[in-house]
């Protein structure tokens, strides 16, 4: 069930996903992103924030795959859509959309096993952090004992959540300008 988690997951993620597109763009082409770029990175962000809020502690690889090459992709079609109809470029790309998913994928799969978790004390990590408030709240409501969860539950999980990301994320940035930056100067992704 999509609750308040999942929105404000959403939400960070998409926050998160359109503001590095914009800095990673900047930083390797000097240039801000199209219109597109941005609403697919933003979109891209937004579902691995759901992703992130609903992951349980033992997801695998295959997890981390499908989640950032799925994402990858919805990101990348409505980046092409929106940048066909604005006349930045012309027809549909598979090549840019079978790069971005494969990175999408690879990167969502390798990161969790490289780079750990953030600990931030009383946010992402220890005894009523707002993460283990979300975490305890979502197992009452799985498991029958409350019938939902509230605004501020869902919000804590959220921001526990995503803050126990944040290290993750970076390294999916530097992951995502390199490939800007390839895309740009040595290889036509497009």
């Known amino acids: 069930m999509f609750g308040w988690d999942d929105a404000i997951g959403f939400a960070l993620g998409a926050t998160i996903g359109a503001g590095l597109e914009i800095a990673e763009h900047v930083a ?16 891209t962000g937004g579902l691995v924030g759901v992703g992130v ?8 690889a295959s997890f981390g795959m499908a989640v950032g090459g799925g994402a990858a992709l919805a ?14 470029q012309q027809g549909y790309s598979l090549k840019s959309a079978v790069i ?5 994928a690879v990167t969502g799969a390798v990161i969790p096993k490289v780079v750990g978790e953030t600990a931030v004390s009383g ?7 707002f993460k283990a408030v979300g975490q305890a709240v979502q197992t009452k409501v799985s498991n029958g004992t409350a019938a939902r969860g509230s605004v501020t539950s869902g ?31 040595a290889v036509n992704c497009r």
């Open 28 to 43: 390797a082409t000097g240039k801000l992103p199209t219109g597109g770029e941005v609403a697919g990175a933003a979109l």
């Open 53 to 60: 809020v609903n992951a349980p502690e033992t997801a695998g």
């Open 75 to 88: 990101g990348n079609t409505l980046q092409q859509a929106i940048d066909i109809r604005t006349g930045e």
């Open 100 to 104: 971005d998913t494969t990175v999408g």
């Open 123 to 129: 946010v992402s990590a220890g005894r009523n952090s």
């Open 155 to 185: 919000a804590k999980a959220a921001v526990g959540t995503q803050t126990s990301e944040a290290g993750r994320t970076g390294a999916g940035a530097v992951v995502d300008a390199a490939k800007t930056v390839a895309c740009a100067h």
